[in-house]
């Protein structure tokens, strides 16, 4: 079972059972998988448990008619329902919950039942129940009386919804009709006539006649009847639904006579079972599978109407009594009866395609030990799999679906691999292929995951224009020994699978365009381009979003491309640039959203009602085609582009903390009389730049490098593209959980440090700009002399008077400033905010890295305190937290 489909069922459960827990689901999923076992177990034996629920039952003979007439049906997976129901009735705990669910559920559908719902429901025996309900429930239950009396009209009706469903799907080629008068001819559909008998002779009283001519009479009547005609003593009653056949014969038979003949009749009511199974599964609506089965057991009623024919050739003799009657049609019963079982369960459980061969596979098996009875399921078995192993072959060994009646187990959806780019979501690869569990035969019930693969890759490689064929196609037969056919769909899966992986590796080039162009723009590793185009693009993306114009940023990342090593990737006309709608923290929660019950609701949200800068939206694109597109598809971009803008707009804080860096050595070359209080100014910007800095190497050098590595190994070693897909996935995964994107604390914790970072530096630069020492040193500096030549001694002198004056006057406007804006009281209250924003982060990252086993995230403490700066601080805190959940002990 698939991660997917577990927690599907959880959820599923979770909801049937309206729970709804605090913790999740998620508490649930972890215990199935840690407890899940890596292989498939044994078929489990039902009667057993059949047994334990009776015997646990209040109702035991209800139960076991229900497991009988679900068994006639081949419910699938039947057997394991029961075994788990086995186990609840074990299991105390869980009976208890599930009484107490349930009696809460009635109560909430008796308090709903008043407010004038249009859906009816039984009330519980302890409600009373109202005329009007009582009413309705007649109307129900009279029309399901009615239905179950009809014959002809439900089979009209049901072959009408079959045509109309088909027709729907293959919308170019119409399922063929017979002509009307097919289903209009009574008398030559080899089953007996409603109403009356076909014979005109005046019947005498059969009582009247002696033994031997009763006798005679009844032999001639009993041939009629095991043709499908009525005889003159013995008559077919009319059919109520779809049970079996029932006969009347004339009550004053003789009593010795009358006994042999009811045990003849049950060859007449299999006969006439088989010959309606055959009528009505010839139809084009009910497939190719029912009809092959139908052309199967036809077969055998010819040679059963052969031994008729013989049987009244010797009666005309008269050679022909009762007993020898009996004797002849000994070895044809078994088979009419074996015949007839079959014919009903298919009907019961409305089975087609692979669900009817489930149902004679396990049928075949079920008569293990009775080789006649084997022998003659295993015959049906091959005749009816034929068509569909024909579509099965073309699925694995060219990857086309020909199934126009919705047999096989793979259903193709209209998708459009062009919507790939826009899709969150990778829909085509998984939604356009999907498996139909009732469609699946018991015995290719493991290998179809295999089929499905093995058919998606062919189809892949077909998409692009490149018609592919197996090699070592061989036809697969139905045969009880499952290794036969087991390794033929191996041998076409690992074509497929070679197929498929050279075609994208080799051809398609993917591991260059992730190498070359996505590693290089999207994880920052080409450091060269990222500084020109960042020198480049500085000035215009500080203006908001709305005030950006795309082309001149297309143009000059084409500049930095063409200017920069990028230059030699053959994949740089990919790379585009785009705007987001939304800052970081909100594509975040966009992208965590997939899937979930919240997804709708933060799609269609209003985008934030800010305005980004072209800092805070600027992101990286990528164009891929069809079918590199299945690798690198939107999700995977998407969390790419999380990655990117995470580490882009660290660099940009970091050239911002650059850039006070380099205006604060500016600032030092004068004699400030108040310098202590900028010194600490100073101290805060390289404390804030260590930690971008040793940020940024984390989460390049010990983060997503490493891990590349591991993906470059991983694909190397890939035997198809969906090993490809899971260790891309996973890639994407480890990178975005290591660099904190993929917990919210976290994440909200770091943007508030930037934050902090991004305000002391437009704070700086305030600073900086109104001290205008770069434009009084411009204004004053005579070093290089004048258009005349030199400076002479006179004028070096002046300039030295005039720069002793202007460092006095700057200190002084300095001072001045620092007093009446309270610079040294927004440094402390910047040093304070980092500082308990870091000590935070830390703290939080040693609890994750412990609880969570994240030790990768320890590195993040190694570096920021190399030196044990903050260890004091932060066992200080791990002290109070243990001091505040100290007096909660003697409560335990």
């Not at 189809?459 to 037969?477: F, I, S, Y």
């Not at 005030?547 to 994949?571: K, Q, V, Y």
């Not at 891929?624 to 597109?629: E, G, H, Q, R």
């Not at 610079?823 to 412990?850: P, Q, R």
Request: charged share 25%; net charge negative.
């Amino acid at each position: 079972m698939s991660e997917f489909r577990i927690h599907h069922d959880v959820n599923e459960l979770l909801s049937l059972l309206r729970v709804h827990s605090g913790e999740g689901a998620e508490v649930y999923i972890d215990l199935l998988q840690k407890n899940r076992t890596p292989y498939v177990t044994t078929t489990v034996s039902a009667h057993s448990a059949k047994v334990k629920i009776a015997e646990f039952s209040r109702t035991p003979e209800d139960f076991l008619k229900k497991y009988d007439e679900l068994k006639s049906k081949n419910t699938r997976h039947l057997d394991s329902l029961v075994y788990l129901l086995s186990k609840l009735t074990e299991d105390k705990e869980t009976l208890q919950y599930l009484q107490q669910n349930a009696k809460e559920r009635a109560e909430l559908a008796a308090n709903a039942a008043p407010s004038g719902s249009t859906n009816f429901s039984i009330p519980s025996s302890t409600s009373k129940i109202s005329l009007q309900e009582l009413e309705e429930l007649r109307k129900q239950l009279g029309s399901v009386t009615a239905n179950s009396s009809v014959q002809q009209q439900p089979l009209e009706l049901t072959r009408k919804i079959l045509r109309d469903k088909q027709n729907k799907k293959n919308s170019g080629q119409p399922i063929p009709i017979f002509p009307s008068w097919v289903y209009e001819r009574p008398a030559l559909i080899g089953d007996f006539l409603n109403g009356s008998s076909l014979s005109t002779d005046t019947t005498l009283p059969i009582g009247t006649l002696p033994l031997a001519s009763q006798e005679s009479m009844i032999v001639e009547d009993l041939l009629y009847v095991l043709i499908g005609v009525d005889g003159r003593y013995i008559t077919a009653q009319p059919l109520v639904g779809r049970q079996n056949r029932a006969f009347l014969v004339d009550p004053n038979l003789d009593l010795s006579i009358k006994e042999l003949v009811t045990r003849i009749l049950p060859v007449a009511a299999s006969y006439s079972a088989v010959t309606r199974f055959i009528e009505e599964k010839s139809s084009f609506e009910y497939g190719q599978v029912n009809h092959a089965l139908a052309a199967a057991m036809r077969t055998l009623i010819k040679e059963y109407m052969i031994l008729i024919t013989q049987l009244e050739h010797l009666q005309r003799q008269g050679l022909l009594s009762l007993q020898k009657l009996w004797f002849y049609i000994q070895p044809t019963m078994r088979t009419l009866e074996i015949l007839a079982s079959l014919a009903t369960s298919v009907d019961k459980g409305e089975c087609m395609g692979g669900s009817t061969l489930s149902l004679l596979h396990d049928k075949t098996f079920n008569y293990t030990g009775d080789s006649q009875a084997q022998e003659l399921c295993l015959y049906l078995t091959k005749a009816a799999s034929v068509p569909y192993f024909e579509i099965l072959e073309k699925w694995i060994y060219r990857g086309i679906i020909n199934d126009p009646y919705s047999e096989f187990m793979v259903e193709e959806h209209e998708l459009q691999k062009e919507k790939i780019q826009e899709d969150y979501n990778d829909k085509y690869w998984d939604q356009r292929y999907t498996v139909v569990q009732q469609q699946i035969p018991s015995f290719l019930q493991k290998m179809a995951d295999k089929i499905l693969s093995t058919g998606k890759y062919l189809n892949v490689v077909r998409e692009c224009g490149r018609d592919v064929t197996c090699p070592v196609a061989k036809e697969v037969l139905y045969t009880l020994k499952e290794r036969a056919y087991v390794e033929q769909i191996e041998k076409a899966y690992n074509y497929a699978s070679k197929v498929l992986l050279n075609f994208l590796m080799e051809e398609k080039e993917l591991v260059a365009h992730l190498s070359r162009s996505i590693k290089h723009y999207f994880l920052m590793d080409q450091g060269d381009f990222f500084v020109h185009f960042m020198d480049l693009t500085e000035e215009e993306l500080k203006k908001p979003v709305d005030d950006i114009i795309i082309t001149r940023l297309e143009a000059l990342l084409e500049l930095a491309l063409r200017m920069s090593t990028a230059n030699t990737d053959p994949f740089k006309d990919d790379l585009k640039i785009d705007l987001m709608p939304h800052d970081l923290i909100t594509q975040l929660l966009r992208v965590l959203a997939i899937e979930t019950k919240q997804e709708k609701a933060i799609v269609s949200a209003d985008p934030t009602e800010l305005t980004l800068s072209g800092l805070e939206a600027f992101s990286f694109d990528y164009i891929v085609k069809w079918p590199l597109s299945l690798i690198i598809n939107r999700k995977a971009l998407t969390r790419y582009q999380m990655l990117f803008r995470h580490m882009f707009y660290c660099k940009h804080v970091e050239r911002q903390l650059c850039n006070v860096w380099i205006s604060n050595k500016m600032a030092k070359q004068f004699s400030l009389h108040s310098a202590k209080w900028f010194a600490g100014a100073f101290t805060l910007r390289q404390r804030m730049l260590n930690f971008v800095q040793n940020i940024q190497y984390y989460m390049m050098f010990e983060v997503m490098e490493p891990t590349w590595h591991i993906l470059e190994k991983n694909l190397k070693l890939a035997s198809n593209i969906d090993d490809v897909l899971s260790h891309h996935t996973s890639f994407l995964d480890n990178c975005l959980k290591d660099c904190m994107l993929t917990n919210p604390e976290l994440l909200k914790i770091f943007s508030k440090l930037m934050s902090v970072c991004v305000m002391f530096t437009n704070c700086m630069q305030r600073f900086t700009q109104s001290m205008k020492l770069d434009n009084e040193m411009d204004r004053l500096t005579l070093e290089h002399g004048t258009m005349l030549g030199p400076p002479t001694e006179e004028e070096r002198a002046e300039e030295a008077a005039k720069k002793k004056l202007t460092n006095k006057l700057l200190a002084e406007h300095a001072d001045n400033l620092h007093l009446t804006s309270g610079f040294e009281a927004t440094i402390n209250k910047f040093d304070s905010n980092f500082s308990t924003h870091l000590l935070d982060l830390l703290d939080k990252l040693s609890i994750y890295s412990t609880n969570d086993c994240e030790h990768s995230m320890l590195n993040i403490i190694y570096r920021l305190d190399f030196n044990g700066f903050y260890t004091e601080r932060l066992e200080h805190m791990s002290a109070e937290r243990s001091q505040k959940a100290a007096p909660l002990l003697p409560c335990l």
